[in-house]
């Protein structure tokens, strides 16, 4: 099973920054990577898949990066619906798809 | 616009079988493009897929449940369903169910239920 491992465990920045979260995999998954926003009580959203391909409707503050076992995800100009949970995915090793274990991005 | 919602009993007693429903509107769950799949979040901890199931019923577990998961779909309904046997606390998660595109991309979980939360207690 490949492990996912996210850093930090929890970022705080201020409005209008800039936010960067890390996704580490335990062995390569190529560029088969996705990223995924949770806001409490709401289902989780679909950001970037394939490592930086960013889904339909997501804004272009979103970015993901990287291959292999390193990838980012980058937050430009943080706005207040921003500050959320942050979970990467790998899904390379079909079907055992694994997560991270999540990011909070919170208020400075 | 896909909607997926979670039901089911929020409290389920120790050894007994945890049974939710998921229900699929504004797409068909009969789609040939789609896996539709059960992932949990136990409390303070990381996501979890439990498996998956086409359509056919053609289905997938992760390993580490797979003795005690059944997923299974009822195409007349739009629904599909889990069936955890023999709970422990362990069990005790938010459960939610996904959408999970055959390809353009093929893995990712493209829509997403609200989740239920289930606690297995006496």
């Known amino acids: 099973e490949i492990v996912m491992t996210q850093s930090p465990a929890t970022l705080s920045v201020s409005p209008g920054e800039r936010a960067t979260l890390s996704c580490r995999a335990s062995?390569?998954?190529?560029?088969?990577l996705a990223w995924y926003q949770h806001q409490p009580g709401q289902a989780p959203r679909l950001l970037i898949y394939?490592?930086?391909t960013r889904a339909t409707d997501i804004p272009a503050r979103f970015s993901g990066s990287g291959s292999g076992t390193e990838f980012t995800l980058t937050i430009s100009s943080l706005q207040s619906e921003d500050f959320a949970v942050y979970y990467c995915?790998?899904?390379?090793?079909?079907?055992?798809?694994?997560f991270g274990q999540g990011t909070k991005l919170d208020i400075k | 616009q896909l909607h997926l919602q979670e039901s089911g009993p929020g409290l389920v007693k120790p050894s007994e079988t945890l049974s939710l429903t998921c229900t699929v509107s504004?797409?068909?769950?009969?789609?040939?493009?789609?896996?539709w799949g059960w992932i949990r979040q136990p409390p303070g901890k990381g996501l979890e897929l439990i498996g998956r199931?086409?359509?056919?019923?053609?289905?997938y577990y992760n390993p580490s449940l797979k003795s005690r998961v059944t997923i299974s779909v009822d195409t007349s309904k739009n629904q599909f369903y889990l069936k955890v046997r023999s709970v422990t606390a362990a069990d005790t998660a938010m459960y939610y169910c996904?959408?999970?595109?055959?390809?353009?991309?093929?893995?990712?979980?493209?829509?997403w239920g609200q989740g239920t939360l289930v606690t297995v207690s006496s």
């Open positions: 394939d490592a930086s």
């Open positions: 199931i086409y359509y056919s019923g053609s289905d």
């Open positions: 504004g797409g068909s769950i009969s789609s040939t493009s789609y896996h």
């Open positions: 062995q390569s998954v190529g560029s088969n």
């Open positions: 996904a959408r999970i595109p055959l390809d353009g991309p093929s893995g990712v979980f493209d829509y």
């Open positions: 995915q790998q899904y390379n090793t079909w079907p055992l798809y694994t």
